[in-house]
């Protein structure tokens, strides 16, 4: 079987349905294929960890857009295909059930796959990860027979995990082989809080210990053992280590890769018409002082996919946004703005124990990033600073509005360089 369209979108998921969404709104009148692995229509996946995990959000009410909407803008799904080989040079692709699909324009929006376990036990029954609904289905179906949980990774997916099955009255152990949670993505403040919020709930937290292997009775796991030695019984794991980019089609296709699909400012490969966008693009970002980054969110994939959008209907507007992510946990929202790695100051605008306030991050001077917890205020007006020099004091001030210190930094107001060390700043 075979088939041709104008442009092939390759994933799913939220970067696949932005390409084509934005396709269609700005006028593209060609024709459209969408390749995905899943038999459901473009879903959100953020949910998965908390709100579907949980059961109160309806897999209906995570469809990024009713199923009828794409047959009505003439977006054709070809649903349960995997993409295995790209051809550059034939402008065609083919899948796991023998479909060789032609394309005007290709673009790689295939995300990645959760990071497996490679020690001892990780394919026993029992041991789950988070990245699709049949990740989650599976899960919940065995729930109801489940007192105790082991968590492996200390990352996002993980806490909110680990706060949802909390709430659901089942014992949690947190395993995080560095020495806090949340230590690639945030500052100590910012895990010492969560560490702290997460033990008030009852979850066992283990820090700055790897895995040695998953115990198990043959068939299923009964328990992990750490690498000091020690087992902690449970009945089941969940793994939330990261993600591997999906690339392997075009590493094989001569796509120049790295940690993910190297593309430029227009998100376009080094394959002619072949673009790569959202988990598994690699690119050049302002934001992380231009070394080259993945970035796993919804905004970064909705980002890219206008981009290319754009210079698919004619356009020339590089990608340039300002990266932003969410997180909840238990009655906490946290909200990120910027990037903050490489930070090398770190100030903490209000008390932590109030449940409601800043961490802004600086790098040579520079504001690059705010973490937001129950304080939207600060996420909205935080992003007039990014990339800014600021007063440090008004910035740690929690009385002044973000909005109030950059307006003070336009007037010329003498740098932090100028006044004196800000209670709550830390220097990394």
Not at 157 to 164: R, Y
Not at 209 to 232: F, K, P, Q, S
Request: net charge negative; glycine share 12%; proline share 4%.
């Amino acid at each position: 079987m075979s088939g041709a369209f104008d442009v092939v979108i390759v994933g799913t998921g939220h970067g696949g349905a932005q390409t084509a969404i934005a396709l269609r709104k700005h006028g593209f009148e060609g024709s459209i294929g969408m390749i995905g692995e899943e038999q459901f229509p473009p879903y959100e996946r953020p949910p998965l960890s908390k709100d579907y995990l949980a059961g109160s959000k309806s897999f209906e009410r995570l469809l990024i857009r009713p199923a009828q909407f794409w047959a009505e803008r003439s977006i054709e799904i070809i649903s349960g295909q995997r993409v295995e080989t790209v051809d550059p040079t034939r402008r065609e692709v083919t899948t796991s059930g023998g479909l060789r699909v032609a394309y005007g324009s290709l673009v790689w929006a295939a995300g990645g796959s959760a990071r497996r376990l490679g020690c001892e036990g990780h394919d026993l029954a029992g041991v789950h990860s988070i990245r699709n609904k049949a990740d989650v289905d599976a899960m919940v179906d065995e729930l109801v027979a489940v007192e105790r949980i082991c968590v492996i990774g200390g990352g996002f997916i993980g806490l909110e995990a680990a706060a949802v099955l909390t709430k659901l009255g089942k014992q949690i152990t947190v395993i995080e082989a560095q020495e806090r949670v949340l230590s690639r993505v945030a500052g100590p403040a910012l895990s010492r809080f969560f560490e702290i919020e997460h033990r008030s709930h009852g979850v066992d937290l283990r820090l700055g210990v790897g895995v040695d292997r998953i115990l198990g009775d043959g068939d299923r796991v009964t328990g992990v053992r750490l690498a000091d030695g020690n087992d902690i019984p449970c009945d089941m794991v969940i793994v939330g280590i990261g993600i591997v980019p999906e690339m392997g089609p075009l590493l094989n296709a001569g796509a120049r890769c790295g940690n993910g699909v190297e593309v430029d400012a227009y998100c376009r490969t080094s394959l002619p018409d072949v673009y790569a966008i959202g988990d598994c693009a690699l690119h050049g970002n302002v934001h992380a002082d231009w070394t080259q980054v993945r970035l796993e969110s919804v905004q970064n994939a909705n980002d890219m996919a206008m981009t290319v959008a754009k210079t698919l209907c004619g356009g020339s507007e590089p990608y340039c946004a300002v990266p932003w992510f969410w997180s909840e946990q238990y009655d906490l929202k946290l909200q990120t703005i910027g990037l903050s790695s490489g930070h090398d100051v770190e100030i903490v605008r209000g008390d932590p124990a109030s449940r409601s306030f800043s961490i802004a991050y600086l790098r040579a001077g520079r504001v690059i990033a705010f973490d937001c917890v129950n304080a939207v205020r600060d996420y909205v007006q935080g992003k007039g600073l990014i990339l800014r020099v600021v007063d440090l004091v008004r910035l740690g001030d929690p009385s002044i509005s973000l909005k109030d210190v950059a307006s003070a930094a336009e007037r010329g107001t003498p740098s932090s360089k100028a006044t004196k060390p800000t209670v709550g700043a830390r220097a990394v």
